[in-house]
């Protein structure tokens, strides 16, 4: 059975920083893409970032672009997502979430963490 | 960017209705769609993948179509489980994997 645990999120002052983790298990994790999307309160789906298989391509949203950092241990089956000079408009549930298609990064995301809260506030 | 514009943004239906939820890209994406459920409270669950292919494990009274830049979920005999609320996505091009806005699946 495929899971996706997120941990790491919390309450942050606008311009902290924040690393979310995300534990994978069920799957071969360094067979397939993994994303993070997020989710502010009673907003819809907002796609924040991906990281191919074996680390080596990245992309990110234009909004949070030269902010966070998406990074993958294969070796320790974990998704990072580094958070830095954060603003109250990153307030969110953020998803860690698989890649259906092995290998490539074609964002088509099947299998969902349960979500883990970033409030940023002061 | 590539937009994508549901419509309607809200619906209101009767348990076995049929009901057809579309999507608007801004420009064409082929096939490149997917559309997922969300429940309050849960994480989205993928449908449908790659316009009109069925996603395992997904009630075959889901159905998706289209191409290009008009896309179309349909689900033909509603079930009380199925009230949520419908994104869309484009898997066409990076960044962004835009979603949709989203609509909501009300009962009548």
């Known amino acids: 059975e495929v899971q996706l645990v997120e941990s790491g999120g919390g309450l942050v002052q606008p311009g902290g920083s924040l690393r979310l983790s995300c534990s994978a298990s069920g799957f071969t994790f360094s067979s397939y893409a993994m994303h993070w999307v997020r989710q502010a309160p009673g907003k819809g789906l907002e796609y924040v970032s991906a990281?191919?298989?074996?680390?080596?391509?990245?992309y990110y949203a234009d909004s949070v672009k030269g902010r966070f950092t998406i990074s993958r241990d294969n070796s320790k089956n974990t998704l990072y997502l580094q958070m830095s000079s954060l603003r109250a408009e990153d307030t969110a549930v953020y998803y860690c979430?698989?890649?259906?298609?092995?290998?490539?990064?074609?964002?088509?995301?099947?299998?969902w963490g349960q979500g883990t809260l970033v409030t940023v506030s002061s | 960017d590539i937009q994508m514009t549901q419509s309607p943004s809200s619906v209101s239906a009767s348990v076995g209705d049929r009901v057809t939820i579309t999507c608007r890209a801004s420009?064409?994406?082929?096939?490149?769609l997917a559309w997922y459920q969300q429940k309050p409270g849960k994480a989205p669950k993928l449908l449908i993948y790659a316009a009109s292919s069925l996603q395992s494990g997904v009630p075959s009274r889901f159905s998706g179509s289209g191409s290009g830049t008009d896309f179309t979920l349909t689900i033909s005999s509603l079930q009380p489980e199925d009230f949520a609320t419908y994104y869309c996505q484009q898997a066409n091009s990076f960044p962004p994997r835009a979603f949709g806005q989203g609509t909501r699946l009300e009962i009548k």
């Open positions: 979430v698989k890649e259906l298609l092995r290998i490539a990064v074609a964002g088509y995301l099947d299998y």
């Open positions: 420009q064409g994406i082929s096939s490149w």
């Open positions: 990281i191919s298989s074996n680390g080596g391509s990245t």
